[in-house]
């Protein structure tokens, strides 16, 4: 059994910044597995945010978070990172990690669909 906890949610101003974390524990090696950060807003379906191979050599983000989001992971630790800066009230929601075994290094996904284990989601609010 996989799971997965998120921390470092709050309430942050417009133009702030948070680091969210995600760790790892479970059966398999936390670099058998492909991260992912999504995220839900009220009322919308949840969404691709971010995602990184299994071994760190890729990355994506949605466009709306490209070049203030960076997403990123540490073995030693078995925890996932999602660094946000320059933070918007549209980036109001719960955020989920996510985990997708993968057998080859390098490859990700970022469809929801694709992932084996969720995190129960920690909260990002954005004032204006």
């Known amino acids: 059994q996989v799971q997965l906890v998120e921390s470092g949610g709050g309430l942050v101003q417009a133009g702030g910044s948070l680091r969210l974390s995600c760790a790892y524990s479970?059966?398999?090696?936390?670099?058998?597995?492909?991260m992912g950060w999504f995220r839900q807003a009220p009322g919308k379906e949840r969404e691709f945010v971010a995602a990184?191979?299994?071994?760190?050599?890729?990355?994506d983000y949605a466009d709306s978070v490209m070049g203030r989001f960076t997403i990123s992971r540490d073995h030693a630790k078995n925890t996932a990172y999602l660094q946000m800066n320059s933070l918007k009230p549209e980036d109001t929601a719960l955020y989920y990690c996510?985990?997708?075994?993968?057998?080859?290094?390098?490859?990700?996904?970022?469809?929801?669909?694709?992932?084996?284990?969720w995190g129960q989601g920690t909260q990002v609010t954005v004032s204006s």
């Open positions: 479970g059966h398999n090696m936390f670099s058998d597995w492909a």
């Open positions: 990184i191979s299994r071994d760190g050599s890729s990355t």
């Open positions: 996510a985990a997708d075994f993968r057998w080859l290094p390098g490859v990700l996904t970022t469809t929801l669909g694709e992932y084996d284990y």
